[in-house]
């Protein structure tokens, strides 16, 4: 569903993204995993145009998107659940789900509106608030909600689970299997390392704006660089 190939992100001087190639197949969640400063957040910006990459060629459902812009990406079916959430605080809720759906043709259609309040009733209850007064958590889910306004195949979460509560931690992991269960494809970048792993199928680690490990999320779990370089623990079974 979504190929990267020798993907190159420069902030002048600074190379953050190296070169990187990955894929995420239809229905997967693939985690993107390293440290602070990898290049994971300037990879998730370079594939939506939030950022122009120096290099690299991106696939989307098998068309090049690699010259296309953001709002082009957006129609094509890629949206991207940005880190620190960056809602609209000054607008309602309902606002900031419809801007979501902006670039699409029939953004009015309340049909898609009503569908986003019956997946997520809180923000029914509070969609004339001001989305800058929800809790974190909500303006979480605000962030994931306005993402999948624009009915994406693809969805780029960046670090949905910074900052908030750890009960509705788990709540979004429990949401992202929903969203893999009904078919859309997800490329997720956690600093919660443990459930990043036990919910994806398959993941790469990103050190330096390289690749430096990928397999099944089973196997990362368990490799040595992993456990002692990213996980920090001898046995992160056991951690767990
Ligand atoms: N706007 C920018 N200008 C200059 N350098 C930047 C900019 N954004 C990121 N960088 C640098 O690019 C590199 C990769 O940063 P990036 O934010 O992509 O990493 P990350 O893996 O997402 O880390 P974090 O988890 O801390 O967000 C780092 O060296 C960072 O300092």
Redesign the pocket.
Known sequence: MLRVENLVVR??P?E??KGISFEVGQGEIVSLL??????????L?ALMKLIVPQAGTITLAGEDISAVGAAQIVRRGMTLSP?GRRVFPRLSVEKNLLLGGMVLKDWRNPEVLNRMYARFPILHERRNQLAGTLSGGEQQMLAIARALMSSPKVLLLD?PSLGIAPKIVAENFDLICELRDEGFTILL?E?NVFQSLSISDRAYV?EN?RIVASGDSDDILKSDLVRHSYLGVADPIEAA
């Open positions: 902030y002048g600074i953050a993204v390293g440290p602070n400063g990898a290049g994971k957040t300037s990879t910006a880190e670090e970048v600093q990103l704006g």
